[in-house]
């Protein structure tokens, strides 16, 4: 099996399974607010939850498919994400999200040329990383405390390399180049799974996810892929591939002033 099926295929498994939990996890919750429903009988009215908007934010680790994935071993980031309600119970919802990967990193420590020599020290930063965002629906099984979901997006993904010159922490000075990048439209399917672990107004809530990354073919640098040369001009040796992505997700998410109605 490649590594772009594989990745389908973990995307598969997990919406599978997050779908067979949904029926009961649904099943508990409502259970337990027709318990509530008891207890507020003697009551004039009685009030129901509403869904609110949400934001949230994740630890990102990836795991490159296809091309990429002969090239490059994994990436770490995070990612910030919003969705809105379009229904009151909030099944269906509308996410914008974006994040960042960096997926390789080289330093170098260097010495100004005599009279100064070692006496100040600079370091040069490469770092090859991926910028990415999209909007798209959210579909949510189950709106009580534990809610398995799948998503989908269309947007972007921005592949750059960039160097930058820094010194030390007493005297800290940056210079930054970008040496290469390329962006390509990306579309990203996945599932996950919240778990709320406080209520109120503003709900908190475990977010676990796992997502694929359709960018096609893009152009890319990897670690090494920058040769310098003694007069001072670099060559560049710039990867062409497809380079999908399998992320998983792991973060918080946090209910904006959750509403209530009769």
């Given at each position: 099996?490649?590594r772009?099926?594989r990745?389908w295929?973990?995307?598969a498994?997990t919406?599978t ?7 009961d996890?649904?099943?508990?919750w409502?259970g337990?607010d027709?318990?509530?429903g008891h207890?507020d009988?003697g009551?004039?009215e009685?009030?129901e ?5 949400a ?12 091309g990429m994935?002969?090239?490059?071993d994994d990436?770490?980031?995070?990612q ?6 379009v229904?009151?119970?909030?099944h269906?919802?509308?996410r914008?999200d974006?994040g960042?990967?960096?997926y ?8 100004f040329?005599?009279p100064?020599?070692c006496?100040?020290e600079?370091?040069l930063t490469?770092?090859n990383?991926i ?5 798209g629906p959210?579909l949510v099984?189950?709106t ?5 979901y ?6 972007f993904?921005?592949?750059v390399t960039?160097?930058?010159l820094s010194?030390?922490?007493e ?7 970008t040496n290469y990048?390329?962006?390509v439209m990306?579309?990203r399917a ?7 672990v406080?209520d109120?107004r503003?709900?908190?809530?475990l977010?676990?996810?796992v ?7 893009a152009?890319?640098l ?9 007069d001072g001009?670099?060559t560049l ?6 380079a999908n992505l399998l992320?998983?997700?792991f973060?918080v998410?946090i209910?904006i002033g959750?509403?209530r109605?009769?």
């Open positions: 099996m490649t772009g099926r990745g295929t973990v995307v498994a919406v399974v997050l779908g067979g939990a949904a029926a996890a649904e099943g508990q409502r337990r027709r318990h509530r207890q009988r009551r004039a009685r009030y939850p509403r869904a609110a908007p934001f949230g934010l994740s630890f990102l680790a990836a795991d490159p498919q296809g994935g002969l090239v490059v990436g770490f980031g995070g910030l994400y919003g969705s809105f309600p229904d009151r119970a909030g269906v919802r509308i914008a974006l960042f990967l960096i390789g990193h080289e330093r170098q420590r260097y010495c040329s005599v100064i020599g006496r100040i600079m370091d490469t770092t990383s910028a990415f965002g999209g909007v959210e099984f189950a009580g405390g534990i809610q398995p799948v998503n989908g997006s269309v947007g993904s921005y592949f960039s160097s930058s010194g030390d922490a005297y800290e000075d940056h210079f930054t180049t990048d390329d962006a990306a579309w996945g599932g996950g799974l919240r778990v709320r406080s109120g503003k709900p908190v809530w977010d676990m996810a997502e694929h990354h359709e960018n096609g073919t152009n890319y990897t670690k090494g892929d920058i040769e310098d040369h003694p001009s670099i040796f710039p990867t062409r591939s497809d992320t998983f997700r973060g998410s209910g959750q509403g109605t009769r």
